[in-house]
C-alpha cells in the first residue's frame, strides 16, 4: 500500500490562489452589480449545501466568488464561511501537471481526503464542471457528503448541465446558480463603478470612453462577454495612456482600431461614411452587379449606424448565378474593406460537405475522441477571428442537414458544437453562394440577347432555387442576390485591368519593356477569354495561354533591348507580339502622317491636296463598309436562330452555330471600331470647306482615318492564304544560276523571320548534277498576300552576266491529299544547300517540258509539293516580266513595277524588303503617292 501524502504537501500542489490571504490585504478586485446572485449563495450555504455558479465566460462568476472573500474579510459575509480559508483549485491546471490522463483520478482523492482531514478549508474549484470529463464525479459527490464544510465552484452552465444529467444524485449536494450576461444598462452600471474604483488606484475614464468601450465590445467582440470583456479592454486602453491622463473616447477608438484592425470610419462617429462613393468603390471593381453591390454597401451602413441586429450575424447572404461573375471576389473586397485583410475571409467548399454525416464533421462529433473533432471544422476555422467573412461555397452541394444546421447558425447568431461550446457567430458576416439555377442565365452574355429579360430570369432563378433549398431556409437570409452574366463591356474592362496588369510583370518592368496594346486584342479576349461555364475565371487562363505566351516567345525570338516596346495586337485570329521601333516625332500641324506597310510616310499637304487625299480615303473605304454592313445583318440572321425556342435542344447543331456567332462577332468589333474614322471623315471634309481653319483637325482626322484603313486592308490580308511553296528556278538553260538561285533561298528565309512566317528549305533539284531549282515552304499569318509581289523574274546584274531565276508562289494544299505514289527513298546523304537527304520525287511535265526532279528530306513533304505542282504547274504560264533587278547600276535592288529601291545589295540579301511591300500595297491599292 502507498504511503499517504501530508495533507498540506496535497493542498499546495494544487493551490492557485489563496483568496483568503489576498482579500487580507486588499488584492482582490471587488465586484459591482452582485447583490442577487450573493443573496442567493448565503441562502444555499446556510441550508448546507453547497453553490456552483453557472454561465458563460465572462459574466462575473469569478467575480462573485473574489467578492465574497472580500466581504468575508471585513466581516460581512455568510456564516458558515466565518473562521476559514478560501483556496482556489483549478482541474484542468492539475491535470496539465500530470504525465498521464489516468493520474487524474487518484490525485483527486487525494484532495478529497486533505479536504476532509481540514475544518478549516473551503475548497473554490472554478472549473468544476471538468469532473465530467476526468470522470470524476463520484470524488464530488464524496466531499460533499462528508465534507463538513462549505465547497464553491464556478462551471460552464451546458457542461455543467450534462454532468449534472449524467449523475443526477449530485443535484442532492450541489446547487447551479445562473449567471447570465448582463443587459447594457447593467453593463453601463458595473463599468461606471469599476472606473470609479480606478481612480483610488490613480487612473480616471471619461464617461465617452466608458460608453465607448461598452459599445464597441458589445457590437463587434461577440465571442466574449460583458461585463469582462468590456472591462478587460478599457483596462488594457488605460495602461497605454500617460500616468496624470484621462482616458479619453478617442483613445479607445485608436486602440480598438489598432488591436482588431476595424476600420476608422466603422466605430468613430465622427469619420463620415459615403455610401455613394463605397457603392462607387465596389462597383469599380465588380462589374456588372448593382444588386450585389448596394446589397453588402447598405449592410456596411448598417453596422456603421449601429443599428445592425446584436442577436444575429452582421449579415448573411445567398449570392445566387453563374460561375466567374464576382460572387467570391465581393466577398473579398469586402473583407479587405471591412477587415483590412483578405486573409479575413474564412472559405469552406460546401461540396466537401455532402454526406448525411458532415454536419458532425463541420459543427463538432460529441462522441468523438479527439478534441479537435468533438470541437469540429468550423469552430476550428471561426477560432481567433472576431470578425471576419465567412464564405460558404457552393452551398447547393452540401447535404441537407447541413443546411438546417448553417439555418440554426444563422438564425441564432451562435451554434453549439459536438464539445458543447457555445460558438457566437454574431460578429460574422456569412456569404453562401449557389450556382443552382443558373443556367436560365445561359445565352445571355456577350450579346447572346440584346435584350435579356433579367427581371423575370431572376425570377425563374428564384423558382428554381426552392428544388435546392427549403424556403425557411432561404428566408433566414438577410437577402438573396442575384449575379447576372457579365456582358461584353464587362469583360472587356477586366480584360483591359489584367494586361495593365501584365505590365509589372517582373520580366517587363525588370528590363524597362513598355507594352502598346491595340484595341483589337481587348475584342478578342472579349469572345475567346469568356465561357459561360466557368465565366471570368477563363479570361486569366486566355490570357496566359495566348498573351503571356506570346510576348515571351517575342522576347526570347527577337532581340528587345532594354527599353524597348512590345506591340500586341491580333492577326489571323491570333494574339500576336512583336518589337516597334520609337516613333519619331512628327510635327502636328499641316502635316500628315501616312502608313506604307511597316513604315510610315510624312508629307505636308495644303486644303486641296488634303481635301482630295479625304476623299480618297472615303473611296477606297466604301468597299469595306459595305462588308461590314453585310456582317452585321449576317450576325442579326445567326442572333434571330439563337433566340428560337428549341435552340439548345440539338448541342451539337447550337454550338456549331455559336462557335460561327463568336468568330463573327469577334470580326465585327474589329471592323467597327477600324470603321470609325473612316465614318467620321465626311463630316471633317465638310467642315474644312466651310472653315478653313479647321485644317489642323482634318490632318488628324485623315492620319486616324488612313492608320485604320491601312490595319483593315492589312487584316483581311492576312486572313487570305496562309501556307504557300515557293518554287525557285533557273530560267536560262544556257546561263547556269546555282549561285544566286541559292542566295535568292537564303533571302526568303532571312525575309521570313523578319515577317515572323515559318520558311524552310524542302526540296532542291539539280541539272547536269548542278543547283537548278528548290522548293521552300512558307507557313504563317498573310504569307499569301506578302509573297504575292514575288511571282516572276528576279534579275541579277553581275559584270556581263545576267543571271535570271524564276520565282513562282503557289498555294500549299491539304496535306491529307497527297498520296505516296511519285516518291522513292534513297540513301542518307547531305545534299546541296545543307539538306539532308532521305528521298526523291519527279513530275512529268507535258511534250516537250522538262520532268522536274526534286531530292528532299521529308517524304511527306514532297509528296505533297509534287502534287501541288502537278495541279497548278501548267497553269502558271511563261513569266517574262522582271519584278526585281538586282545590282544594276550601283543600286542594290529595283522593283520596275513601283519604282520601289534599296541602296544595299548586302541589305536585300539579308531579307529587308519593306521598300517592296511598301511599294506593293500601294499599287496595289492603285493609289498615287503624294509628294
Not at 495533507?7 to 483568503?20: K, M
Not at 447583490?35 to 465572462?58: C, F, K, Q, W, Y
Not at 470541437?375 to 452551398?395: C, I, K, W
Request: proline share 5%.
Amino acid at each position: 500500500m502507498g504511503k499517504k501524502s501530508d495533507p498540506d504537501t496535497v493542498l499546495q500542489g494544487w493551490l492557485e490562489r489563496d483568496l483568503t490571504a489576498e482579500a487580507d490585504v486588499d488584492r482582490l478586485p471587488p465586484a459591482f452589480e452582485v447583490e442577487d446572485v450573493l443573496r442567493t449563495m448565503t441562502d444555499v450555504l446556510n441550508s448546507g449545501r453547497h453553490p456552483i455558479l453557472a454561465g458563460e465566460s465572462g459574466v462575473g462568476k469569478t467575480s462573485v466568488v473574489y467578492e465574497l472573500a472580500r466581504r468575508m474579510h471585513q466581516g460581512i459575509g455568510p456564516e458558515p464561511l466565518r473562521g476559514k480559508r478560501i483556496l482556489q483549485f483549478s482541474l484542468r491546471n492539475r491535470m496539465s501537471s500530470l504525465l498521464k490522463p489516468e493520474h487524474m483520478r487518484p490525485e483527486m482523492q487525494s484532495l478529497v481526503n486533505a479536504l476532509l482531514s481540514r475544518d478549516d478549508v473551503v475548497p473554490f474549484f472554478r472549473d468544476i464542471h471538468l469532473a465530467y470529463e476526468f470522470d470524476l464525479e463520484p470524488q464530488l459527490q464524496l466531499l460533499a457528503i462528508r465534507s463538513r464544510n462549505p465547497i464553491l465552484a464556478e462551471a460552464d452552465a451546458r457542461q455543467l448541465e450534462s454532468m449534472m444529467e449524467g449523475s443526477p444524485e449530485l443535484e442532492q449536494s450541489y446547487v447551479p446558480i445562473g449567471m447570465e450576461e448582463p443587459d447594457l444598462p447593467t453593463a453601463r452600471r458595473i463599468l461606471e463603478q469599476w472606473a470609479e474604483h480606478q481612480k483610488s488606484r490613480g487612473r480616471q475614464y471619461a464617461p465617452e470612453a466608458l460608453e465607448e468601450a461598452l459599445q464597441l465590445t458589445y457590437r463587434f467582440l461577440a465571442r466574449s462577454r460583458l461585463p469582462r470583456k468590456a472591462i478587460d479592454f478599457i483596462a488594457t486602453v488605460g495602461t497605454m495612456v500617460e500616468q496624470g491622463r484621462s482616458v479619453a473616447a478617442s483613445d479607445v477608438i485608436d486602440r480598438f482600431h489598432q488591436t482588431y484592425r476595424v476600420p476608422r470610419m466603422l466605430i468613430d462617429p465622427a469619420a463620415p461614411f459615403d455610401i455613394d462613393a463605397t457603392e462607387k468603390l465596389f462597383g469599380s471593381k465588380v462589374l456588372g452587379q448593382p444588386e450585389a453591390v448596394r446589397a453588402v454597401v447598405r449592410m456596411i451602413g448598417m453596422i456603421k449606424a449601429g443599428l445592425s441586429d446584436a442577436r444575429r450575424p452582421f449579415g448573411s447572404f445567398l449570392f445566387v448565378g453563374p460561375t466567374g461573375v464576382g460572387k467570391t471576389h465581393i466577398a473579398q473586397l469586402l473583407a479587405d474593406f471591412l477587415f483590412g485583410s483578405r486573409d479575413r475571409m474564412i472559405r469552406l467548399n460546401m461540396a466537401d460537405y455532402p454526406s448525411e454525416n458532415d454536419p458532425a464533421v463541420l459543427f463538432g462529433d460529441p462522441n468523438a475522441y479527439a478534441p479537435r473533432q468533438r470541437r469540429g471544422v468550423l469552430t476550428a476555422r471561426v477560432s481567433g477571428h472576431p470578425f471576419a467573412v465567412l464564405l460558404l461555397d457552393e452551398f447547393e452541394k452540401a447535404h441537407p442537414k447541413v443546411h438546417d444546421r448553417f439555418l440554426q447558425l444563422i438564425d441564432e447568431g451562435s451554434f453549439i458544437n459536438g464539445a458543447g461550446e457555445t460558438i457566437s457567430c454574431r460578429s460574422l458576416i456569412i456569404i453562401a453562394t449557389s450556382n443552382a439555377g443558373a443556367e436560365v442565365y445561359r445565352g445571355t452574355s456577350i450579346g447572346f440577347s440584346q435584350q435579356p429579360d433579367l427581371e423575370q430570369m431572376d425570377q425563374e432563378l428564384d423558382r428554381k432555387l426552392y428544388e435546392h433549398f427549403r424556403i425557411e431556409f432561404l428566408n433566414r437570409f438577410d437577402q438573396v442576390v442575384h449575379f447576372h452574366p457579365l456582358g461584353r463591356q464587362e469583360i472587356r474592362t477586366i480584360a483591359s485591368r489584367e494586361i495593365e496588369a501584365l505590365r509589372n510583370r517582373n520580366g517587363l518592368k525588370a528590363r524597362g519593356i513598355s507594352l502598346e496594346v491595340d484595341d483589337a486584342i481587348l475584342d478578342w479576349l472579349a469572345v475567346h477569354g469568356y465561357d459561360p461555364h466557368f465565366g471570368a475565371r477563363f479570361l486569366r487562363r486566355t490570357i496566359e495561354r495566348n498573351v503571356t505566351t506570346s510576348l515571351a516567345e517575342a522576347m526570347v525570338r527577337e532581340t528587345v533591348e532594354k527599353g524597348s516596346t512590345l506591340a500586341l495586337g491580333v492577326r489571323a485570329n491570333r494574339v500576336d507580339a512583336r518589337a516597334i521601333e520609337p516613333a519619331a516625332h512628327v510635327p502636328k500641324t499641316e502635316t500628315v502622317r501616312r502608313r506604307f506597310g511597316a513604315s510610315e510616310k510624312v508629307s505636308s499637304l495644303d486644303r486641296k491636296q488634303l481635301d482630295a487625299h479625304a476623299g480618297e480615303l472615303v473611296r477606297r473605304a466604301a468597299p469595306l463598309i459595305a462588308r461590314l454592313e453585310e456582317a452585321r445583318t449576317q450576325a442579326s440572321d445567326l442572333l434571330a436562330v439563337m433566340n428560337q425556342q428549341g435552340f439548345w435542344d440539338q448541342p451539337a447543331s447550337a454550338q456549331q452555330i455559336l462557335d460561327q456567332y463568336r468568330e463573327l462577332d469577334l470580326t465585327l468589333a474589329a471592323w467597327s471600331r477600324l470603321a470609325e474614322p473612316l465614318l467620321e471623315l465626311p463630316e471633317q471634309i465638310e467642315q474644312l470647306r466651310q472653315r478653313p481653319a479647321h485644317l489642323p483637325v482634318l490632318a488628324r482626322a485623315v492620319e486616324r482615318a488612313d492608320e485604320s484603313l491601312a490595319q483593315w486592308e492589312e487584316r483581311l490580308a492576312q486572313e487570305g492564304v496562309a501556307a504557300v511553296w515557293i518554287l525557285l528556278r533557273n530560267a536560262d538553260p544556257l546561263e547556269p544560276a546555282a549561285d544566286w538561285l541559292e542566295e535568292l533561298v537564303a533571302m526568303y528565309q532571312a525575309w521570313g523571320r523578319r515577317l515572323r512566317l515559318a520558311c524552310s528549305l524542302v526540296a532542291y533539284g539539280t541539272t547536269d548534277d548542278t543547283l537548278s531549282r528548290a522548293a521552300l515552304e512558307v507557313e504563317g499569318p498573310g504569307a499569301g498576300f506578302y509573297l504575292s509581289m514575288e511571282q516572276g523574274i528576279h534579275r541579277l546584274h553581275k559584270g556581263e552576266r545576267h543571271l535570271r531565276v524564276r520565282v513562282d508562289v503557289i498555294t500549299r494544299g491539304d496535306k491529307q491529299s497527297a498520296s505516296r505514289r511519285r516518291t522513292t527513298p534513297v540513301k542518307h546523304r547531305i545534299g546541296l544547300l545543307g539538306l539532308p537527304i532521305s528521298c526523291s520525287g519527279r513530275i512529268e511535265r507535258e511534250e516537250r517540258a522538262p520532268a522536274l526532279e526534286f531530292f528532299a528530306t521529308d517524304r511527306d513533304a514532297l509528296e505533297l509539293l509534287l502534287s501541288d505542282l502537278d495541279r497548278e504547274l501548267d497553269c502558271l504560264g511563261e513569266a517574262s516580266a522582271t519584278v526585281r533587278s538586282y545590282g544594276q547600276a550601283g543600286v542594290g535592288g529595283r522593283d520596275p513595277r513601283t519604282g520601289a529601291t534599296v541602296a544595299r545589295y548586302k541589305d536585300v540579301l539579308k531579307g529587308r524588303l519593306d521598300p517592296f511591300l511598301d511599294g506593293w500595297h500601294a499599287l496595289k491599292r492603285g493609289e498615287d503617292t503624294i509628294e
